[in-house]
Each structure stands twice: as C-alpha cells, then as structure tokens.
C-alpha cells in the first residue's frame, strides 16, 4: 500500500542549529513529493515540491529537499533555523496526476531562541 | 479574501447530531479535497472529487458523506456525528493539469468538537 512515513514526531532546535527532517515514502513507480508547513494557528502552506529533474529541490524560507530514489527518500533541510520556523511540516506524496495525495503523520518542529 | 473559505471555523455539537461543513473556493480548480488532521495521524483523506460529477471515497470515508453542489462548492456531512469524529478538518483545491494537479491549496480549517 502507498504510504509516507516522517522519522520524528517532535523535534527541537536551538536557533541556528541545522535541521534535517526524515520522511520516506512507498510507492511504486513515478513519484511526486511536497512538504507542507503549518504554522501554528494557520492552514497548510506550500513549502517546495519535487516533480521530475534536479533531485536537489530549493522552496521558500531557505528549505531544500533532496530526492534520493535509491532510498525513498525525501528529507526536509535547512541550514540555520529561526524562531519564526517553529511549526508542523508534512511530508506528502502521491503517483500519477491522477492519485490522491498522501500525507505523513506530520514533525512537530520547536525552535528555542 | 481567502482563495479556500471554510465554514465554520469551529463548531461544537453533540453526538448523534448532523453536522454541515461547507467549502467554496475562488481559485477555479477543479479539484477539491476534504481531509482531517488528528494529533500523530497527519492528515487523512475523507473523500475527494476531480469534477461536480466526480466523487471518491478517501482512505476513512465511514461516517461522512459529501456533496459537490458546483465546481466552487464542496460540503462534508456527518450524518450522526459520534466523538471521534472529533478533529480538525481541512479542505483543500487543486486544479488538474501537469505538473501542478497535486499541488493543493488548504483553507484554514474547520475544528470540530462532538460532545
């Protein structure tokens, strides 16, 4: 069955410290993956995607992603986190442009000034 | 205003009551999605429709029910809302057409407290 997994429930940074959050996914063949950030009290935001191409994926804030197929995986970094990056962050996935999208069970991300 | 407006925001309801969650949207896509979030669950898909004729049981459809009155306008019902059906409920838009299909775009939720 398709699913997306994320290594850590919960994790917490300093300010500046280097971030790397796990996710990893099981689906055969083609494979579409996003993260999604929840800051707290808002809705889900688009952080970056990867589609086809450059496995290294830039998005916004800072955040890249790296496509490793041979792994499945699909890990969240940044190299200096703030504050303001204190949030939720779905990892998600899904086949075709036809299949639904998958969700992981969310990384609770808490950043100590 | 808001691309994706859910209504209501919050709602608290007793068991065995019927519940109403609505969606519309201005993006123009024609996708639209209901999920709810639960703590260490994530997100799951209730149900989903790629068009007004279109409707897709998700991955926990038991429970719910849904209406797609027009292609801006998504509903979700409880027919007999029961306390674990207790969440945070999201629906989300996505317009078909490669590559951007998949990319959804949420509305800001609906937190629902059944009683």
């Known amino acids: 069955a398709q699913s997306v997994s994320q290594h850590n429930h919960h994790v917490i940074l300093s300010e500046a410290a280097s971030l790397e959050l796990g996710c990893n996914y099981s689906y055969g063949g083609t494979v579409n993956l996003f993260w999604y950030v929840q800051y707290p009290g808002q809705h889900l935001q688009l952080l970056l995607k990867y589609f086809s191409g450059d496995p290294l994926v830039k998005g916004i804030k800072g955040f890249e992603a790296e496509f490793i197929k041979s792994k499945f995986s699909f890990n969240l970094r940044k190299p200096s986190v703030q504050w303001s990056d204190t949030a939720e962050y779905f990892c998600a996935a899904t086949g075709t442009s036809y299949d639904k999208v998958i969700f992981g069970p969310g990384t609770s991300l808490s950043v100590i000034p | 205003d808001a691309d994706v407006t859910q209504t209501p925001r919050n709602r608290i309801t007793k068991t065995g009551k019927r519940i109403m969650l609505e969606c519309s949207q201005t993006?123009?896509?024609?996708?639209m999605y209901w999920y709810r979030q639960d703590p260490g669950l994530g997100l799951r898909l209730i149900y989903y429709?790629?068009?007004?004729?279109?409707?897709n049981k998700g991955e926990i459809s038991d429970g719910y029910s849904v209406s797609r009155q027009a292609q801006a306008k998504f509903s979700l019902s409880l027919e007999s809302a029961i306390p674990n059906q207790t969440a945070l409920y999201f629906c989300?838009?996505?317009?078909?057409?490669?590559?951007?299909?998949?990319?959804?775009?949420f509305g800001a939720g609906s937190r629902l407290t059944v009683l």
């Open positions: 989300a838009t996505s317009k078909t057409g490669s590559p951007g299909a998949n990319v959804l775009t």
């Open positions: 993006k123009g896509h024609d996708r």
């Open positions: 429709s790629f068009d007004v004729k279109d409707i």
